[in-house]
């Protein structure tokens, strides 16, 4: 991993493993994602690093491969030292010294490393997730009559696919999400949630990809509460955007 790469305030590297502080997550989380999901702040009891933040530095260390899918099967706590391998093959895990999984990928194809084009692609890819909440999540559990725990909002990715369209070269123009569909199936009170998106270029898509979420806790959809929740979240966001 380059220490030039736009990446480098959120992350360290010990002994040649990566650690990442709370508050490193949370200042991606909401400086670069535009995530404010409480599960992030830094001093929240059940806080995880972002899996954005995980991608991200894949992407950072490996390059973008014409086809990735990424599984993330454990939360990251607190400064827990990640192993990130030396020289992975097509399928590789991200791991802690107990060798525990959190991030397992899969890649073929042609490896994009111009870092240039990797910070475009991995911006544009987090901004997405940022429109997640509310925008794209809370039109779906009003349509399903679901929301999530107000008091515990807890909504965590599943997996993630990206698969280059047409050869990319360098990326000097803005590039653009777009989302395609979003849809929700509801079983209990899981909610499994798969959003398909285009990255672009002057409008015209190079990357298509999807995103899988879960949202757990839910209950019977309460307008009212909903939108006391949607105006809680953008009051947190306003008040770090004040600080």
Request: glycine share 8%; proline share 7%.
């Amino acid at each position: 991993m380059t220490e030039d790469t736009f990446l480098h305030p959120f992350h360290g590297i010990r002994d040649g493993q990566v650690l990442i502080t709370p508050e490193q997550g949370s200042r991606f989380a909401k400086e670069v994602a535009g995530d404010f999901n409480p599960i992030h702040d830094p001093d929240s009891r059940r806080f995880c690093v972002p899996g954005d933040l995980l991608f991200a530095l894949v992407l950072a260390r490996y390059g973008v491969s014409a086809r990735m899918r990424c599984r993330f099967v454990g939360m990251v706590g607190a400064s827990v030292p990640l192993n990130f391998p030396e020289a992975p093959g097509s399928q590789f895990a991200i791991t802690d010294f107990r060798g525990k999984s959190y991030l397992e990928v899969e890649r073929d194809g042609v490896v994009v490393t111009d870092p240039y084009t990797i910070e475009a692609l991995t911006r544009s890819y987090v901004a997405f997730s940022g429109q997640n909440f509310p925008h794209v999540l809370v039109p779906l559990m009003e349509q399903h009559q679901v929301m999530v725990n107000p008091a515990r909002p807890l909504v965590i990715y599943e997996s993630m696919s990206l698969e280059i369209q047409i050869p990319v070269g360098v990326l000097t123009e803005t590039v653009q999400p777009q989302l395609n569909a979003a849809t929700m199936k509801v079983d209990g009170k899981r909610g499994d949630v798969r959003l398909d998106y285009a990255l672009t270029v002057d409008g015209d898509p190079f990357a298509i990809g999807s995103k899988n979420l879960v949202l757990s806790g839910l209950r019977t959809y309460d307008a009212q509460t909903m939108h006391g929740l949607v105006r809680e979240y953008a009051g947190w966001k306003a008040a770090y955007e004040a600080t």
